[in-house]
C-alpha cells in the first residue's frame, strides 16, 4: 500500500512540473490548463480585487441579516406590547 502511495505521489509531482498553461487569447493573466482544460487566473492583484469585494458583500449580507433580526424581534415586541395593553383594556 505504501509503495502505491509513493507512486501516486510521484505522479502527481511529475503532473504538476509538466502542466503546461496556454495564454488565453485576449484575456492577459488568463491561462488554460492542457490538462484538465480549466481556466486558470494567474493575475494576483484581479484575485485580490476579487476576493476583497467578495468579502465586503459578506460583509453587507451578514448586516443586512442581523438587521432584519432585528426588525423581526421588534415586530414580536410590538406584538406583545398590543397583546398587553388589549388584556389591560378589556379587564
Do not use: C
Not at 494567474?42 to 476579487?50: A, G, T, V
Amino acid at each position: 500500500m505504501e509503495q502505491l502511495y509513493h507512486k501516486f505521489k510521484g505522479f502527481v509531482v511529475w503532473l504538476l512540473l509538466n502542466m503546461a498553461l496556454i495564454p488565453v487569447e485576449d484575456k492577459p493573466g488568463f491561462y488554460r490548463d492542457s490538462i484538465s482544460n480549466a481556466i486558470v487566473n494567474k493575475n494576483k492583484s484581479d484575485y485580490d480585487i476579487y476576493i476583497k469585494n467578495k468579502n465586503r458583500m459578506n460583509s453587507k449580507d451578514e448586516r443586512i441579516n442581523h438587521l432584519e433580526e432585528k426588525v423581526d424581534n421588534l415586530s414580536n415586541d410590538i406584538g406583545d406590547i398590543k397583546s398587553m395593553l388589549q388584556s389591560l383594556t378589556s379587564k
